[in-house]
């Protein structure tokens, strides 16, 4: 592992335990050149995921983006990053053993959405106006109306 401070790759493993979901590995090293401490993380990666963007475009997948714009839609939420890490680490793990290397970012929204309307509704709304792209309040209506199980997400602005 290369050295954040001094790039040198002679560095050393002090600590390792697993997290509380055991999903994750964290290793304290410390650089041998520099003495600089820090923090790697490791995990198991069952495949190479990219992904097909709306324009047809294929990125390699981020989980970190991910991480970012549920950050954004939990901002001032009162939820625990480790619920987050955990809802993260689950969509991951159903992308992953979904048993295709190529998933389309509309099958990643579905799932974001899947899970942030079983964790928070003001976060599901906030994503979902975004990953659907309101353009008028009757679609903030008509996605609250699906919390409150008074309607059925129409056709049209399903993935609009």
């Known amino acids: 592992m290369r050295c954040p401070s001094c790039n040198s790759l002679d560095t050393q493993v002090k600590d390792s335990r697993p997290t509380e979901d055991s999903s994750v590995i964290r ?10 401490r820090f923090t790697t993380f490791e995990r198991v990666q069952l495949r190479e995921l990219t992904v097909i963007k709306r324009n047809g475009r294929r990125v390699p997948f981020d989980r970190d983006k991910l991480v970012r714009s549920l950050q954004i839609s939990l901002r001032k939420r009162p939820v625990e990053s480790e619920r987050v890490e955990e809802m993260v680490s689950a969509i991951v793990r159903e992308l992953e053993s ?9 099958t990643i929204g579905e799932a974001v959405m899947e899970h942030l309307r079983q964790l928070d509704d003001v976060a599901y709304v906030r994503f979902a106006s975004v990953y659907r792209n309101f353009r008028e309040a009757r679609d903030f209506k008509t996605v609250l109306g699906e919390l409150s199980g008074d309607d059925e997400p129409p056709a049209a602005l399903a993935r609009k």
């Open 27 to 36: 290793r304290r090293r410390v650089c041998l050149a520099c003495n600089f």
């Open 98 to 106: 979904g048993g295709e290397a190529e998933i389309s970012s509309e």
